[in-house]
């Protein structure tokens, strides 16, 4: 059974800085895409970022670019997101999610998705 779990979410001032990581068990992934997405309160699940099985291909939300760094460790079968200068408007749920094929921003793209975890930027 695969499963996607996320952590490192919390409550940050803004300015501040976050590290999420989305461990996958259940088969190796690889050979996959690995991406973030978000969803605020009242607002639809967005593209946040994503990267391929190699690591060397990746893409990224215009909201967040340059503050946000996705990586990934295959060997951990983990993927990470560095939130760096983080705002009030990145208040959301953060999903990770698990796709064959390369880096995509459309949530049909991926096959497997987390639970979310909360990331909230007080100002």
């Known amino acids: 059974q695969v499963q996607l779990v996320e952590s490192g979410g919390g409550l940050v001032q803004a300015g501040g800085s976050l590290r999420l990581s989305c461990a996958a068990s259940?088969?190796?992934?690889?050979?996959?895409?690995m991406g973030w997405f978000r969803q605020a309160p009242g607002k639809e699940r967005e593209f946040v970022s994503a990267?391929?099985?190699?690591?060397?291909?990746?893409d990224y939300a215009d909201s967040v670019a340059g503050r946000f760094t996705i990586s990934r460790d295959n060997a951990k079968n983990t993927v990470y997101l560095q939130m760096n200068s983080l705002k009030p408007e990145d208040t959301a749920v953060y999903y990770c999610?698990?796709?064959?094929?390369?880096?995509?921003?459309?949530?049909?793209?991926?096959?497997?998705w987390g639970q979310g975890t909360q990331v909230t930027v007080s100002s």
């Open positions: 259940g088969r190796t992934f690889g050979s996959y895409a």
């Open positions: 999610a698990v796709g064959a094929g390369r880096v995509r921003t459309a949530e049909r793209g991926y096959d497997y």
């Open positions: 990267i391929n099985w190699s690591g060397r291909s990746t």
